[in-house]
């Protein structure tokens, strides 16, 4: 009996220890090569639209600039207001459809090449690289005692992570505070409470997130990892590992003839692993930790052309493809199902719809507001007036002049100095008082809409319900 009790301990032992497993450090290899390059690329283009918008202008201010305390956000020519929301949930189930009709197609594009927690982590480990050295230099440093030479390593590479950290906080405030505002601030020390604490919070967000946490936030605190499996079938263009070409895999000379010894293409040199920036076999099959960055192909490919080997052991392919062939057929078989003509086509239709929307978009809101002080009163010309205040917005960037109408009763006249004035990008409150003669209508409440025109462009106009009293 006390065998079995000391396996069952051994066992519960082994147990405990997995689960409390302490992570362990990840030390990527740089790899170079095309997928290595279109992820460069794709950095450098989102970093120099994300740093770069703040300081371009458009008629004499920022160009992109959402001004919360004026709740006005400019984009370029546009100038976009609360009222505006609708154009903001376009473009978030446009953005949520990309985002299902690329995964459903190939996979996590998204977390691979453009996520900005891979494109931070990647911009974070190049500066590692550049200061610590390439992987085993790394690895012996963090293992080496302390030393100045040690210390100085260090606080150089997090000087410089704190320092591109807090300037991504700035260039992401500045997005909310006119920038060259932000800087001046900064610079002379009169920053905003508010300000300095989103440039903190953001810069040690960027701080933590790419320099620290990196894979955990991947593989623990985003929920595309989890959900992604719903998206992805057979026909999904995943990194796969063509296991019966590789396998068994096994250590060789260059020159051997690997399959006289009965090996596949696999030299198991764990290269691929040791570039993998969340740590995974890709051998060991489509994991949920795996961001598609492809690192390992490019990384495989390398070897296998130093070994004169066929590229592709680790590839871009189909579950279906992998099983039954590639080939052209199987990528019109990718593209053409069902879920992909559904998603496209609503990201074509939603894409459309609100293109459409902002082309046809009238720079002119009209809001009326009775006054509830007087609903009613006679004049002395013994018409009956009720008052109202029009609340105009001109959302465009220069001055218009709009003529006030009214109808619905017959004889109505408008009380208000014409043509009204409104500046650029300003909602302006006019008092209007609306009169008719009270011979021939019913007391009561009447259906009446107020017409405001632009004085030079008949076709800019906007309508406006309300109602008018009789006593």
Same mark, same amino acid.
């Given at each position: 009996m006390t065998q079995p009790l000391r396996s069952l301990a051994s066992v519960s032992n082994e147990v405990e220890t997995a689960l409390y497993e302490v992570r362990k450090k990840i030390y990527p290899r740089a790899v170079h090569g095309r997928f290595a390059a279109a992820r460069w690329a794709l950095v450098w $283009?989102? *970093?120099?639209? #994300? %740093?770069? $918008?703040?300081?371009?202008?458009? +008629?004499? !201010? *920022? /160009?992109? $600039?959402?001004?919360?305390? /004026?709740? !006005?956000? %400019?984009? #370029?020519? %546009?100038? #976009?207001?609360? *009222?505006?929301?609708i154009f903001l949930t376009g473009l978030l189930v446009i953005s949520a459809l990309a985002l299902f009709l690329f995964t459903a197609i190939a996979g996590r594009l998204w977390c691979g090449y453009a996520c900005p927690q891979t494109v931070y982590t990647e911009i974070f480990m190049w500066i590692e690289r550049v200061i610590e050295g390439d992987r085993m230099r790394r690895m012996r440093l963090d293992q080496a005692p302390l030393s100045a030479s040690k210390v100085s390593l260090k606080a150089v590479k997090h000087a410089l992570w704190i320092a591109a950290a807090l300037w991504t906080g700035v260039t992401f405030v500045g997005y909310f505070t006119p920038i060259q505002v932000l800087t001046d601030e900064i610079a002379t020390w009169t920053l905003g409470p508010w300000e300095t604490f989103w440039i903190v919070f953001y810069g040690f967000a960027t %701080?933590? +997130? /790419?320099?620290?946490? !990196?894979e955990q936030v991947c593989k623990y605190m985003c929920p595309y990892a989890r959900f992604q499996g719903v998206m992805f079938d057979r026909d999904t263009l995943v990194i796969t590992y063509d296991a019966a070409r590789g396998e068994p895999r096994g250590a060789r000379s260059r020159s051997a003839d690997y399959k006289a010894a009965g090996l596949g293409a696999c030299v198991d040199c764990n290269i691929c692993v040791q570039v993998c920036p969340t740590g995974i076999d890709i051998r060991t099959g489509l994991q949920y930790e795996c961001i598609g960055c492809a690192a390992c192909i490019d990384a495989c490919d390398q070897v296998m052309d130093r070994m004169s080997y066929p590229r592709g052991l680790i590839r871009y392919a189909t579950q279906n493809a992998m099983h039954e062939g590639d080939g052209p057929r199987w990528f019109l078989r990718r593209l053409l199902r069902s879920r992909i003509a559904v998603y496209g086509a609503l990201l074509a239709l939603v894409s459309v719809v609100l293109l459409a929307g902002l082309y046809l978009r009238v720079p002119l809101k009209v809001d009326v507001i009775r006054d509830r002080a007087t609903l009613v009163r006679d004049t002395s010309e013994g018409l009956i007036e009720n008052v109202y205040r029009l609340q105009i917005m001109n959302t465009d960037e220069r001055i218009h002049r709009y003529v006030v109408r009214a109808s619905g009763l017959e004889g109505l006249t408008v009380s208000v100095r014409q043509p009204v004035e409104v500046p650029g990008a300003t909602t302006l409150a006019v008092a209007v008082a609306v009169q008719v003669d009270p011979a021939g209508i019913k007391p009561g409440s009447h259906p009446i809409v107020f017409h405001v025109e632009d004085a030079e462009d008949p076709h800019l106009r906007a309508d406006e319900k309300s109602r008018f009293f009789v006593r």
């Open positions: $283009l989102t *970093q120099l639209v #994300f %740093y770069g $918008l703040p300081w371009l202008t458009w +008629n004499g !201010r *920022q /160009a992109v $600039l959402f001004d919360l305390g /004026a709740r !006005r956000f %400019y984009i #370029f020519g %546009y100038v #976009f207001w609360p *009222q505006d929301f %701080y933590g +997130n /790419a320099g620290w946490m !990196r």
